[in-house]
């Protein structure tokens, strides 16, 4: 994942002067967590999502194993982008909104996540709101996406069919639910694709999809939308 011409000691320089700058935007637990796994990303393409945006933001990343970049790939394969679209648990850092934001030539893409470290931004269309969206909202938008959201994902599934928008979702383990649903991990997973493919039939969204990122990006989970 990490680029072969970026040095241990340059991932140990550069992640420790990131966090020094964003001392008050992650919790001790969060930086030991960074810190104890700095260089995660020279053997392994599957790394912890806050770990993988800190790589990104310091260009780390190998454009052809930058899940992000494949994410987005896969987006504009069967979506038209230049359109208004909402990101739901867009992360501390907004990676993949900005990655869509540098190809979206018409339209926005506004990222909701209540834990972003900065609600600026130097890209006209990229839109970044600090809090978390609700399933009741009304969207002036024209889609919705997540990346392994979390329990963000059944609030995207609801929006989609509320306001009768296309959406694309990468799931993930599923290990923030509640702990009362009492979910294994393949048990959520299943239990999200239903709720999705639910959602497509009654908001009219078409049919559900679903592709996995596997080979490539080492990721097992799938990624669903749906197909008009």
């Known amino acids: 994942m990490i680029r072969e011409d970026i040095t241990g000691i340059r991932i140990f320089y550069q992640i420790d002067k990131f966090l020094r700058e964003h001392t008050d ?62 990101e739901i648990g867009g992360g501390k850092i907004p990676s993949l909104a900005k990655k869509i934001a540098l190809r979206q030539t018409n339209g926005t893409i506004t990222a909701y996540d209540d834990k972003l470290i900065t609600t600026d931004s130097n890209l006209p269309n990229l839109l970044l709101e600090k809090r978390r969206l609700q399933k009741d909202e009304s969207l002036n938008a024209d889609m919705i996406i997540g ?27 599923g290990s923030c639910q509640n702990d009362m649903l009492a979910f294994m991990e393949d048990d959520w997973e299943s239990s999200m694709i239903y709720e999705a493919r639910k959602a497509v039939r009654d908001g009219h969204l078409g049919e559900l999809k679903k592709v996995k990122m596997a080979k490539k990006y080492q990721n097992p989970y799938p990624i669903i939308y749906n197909q008009r």
């Open 147 to 173: 990346f392994m959201p979390c329990d963000g994902t059944q609030t995207a599934i609801d929006l989609a069919k509320r306001n009768r928008i296309d959406f694309m979702i990468a799931l993930c383990e």
């Open 25 to 86: 935007d992650y919790s001790l637990a969060e930086k030991k967590l960074i810190l104890d796994n700095r260089t995660w990303g020279k053997t392994s393409a599957l790394v912890v999502d806050i770990l993988r945006q800190v790589y990104d933001e310091l260009d780390m990343l190998d454009p052809d194993k930058n899940i992000y970049e494949g994410f987005a790939n896969l987006l504009e394969e069967n979506f038209d982008i230049n359109r208004n679209i909402v």
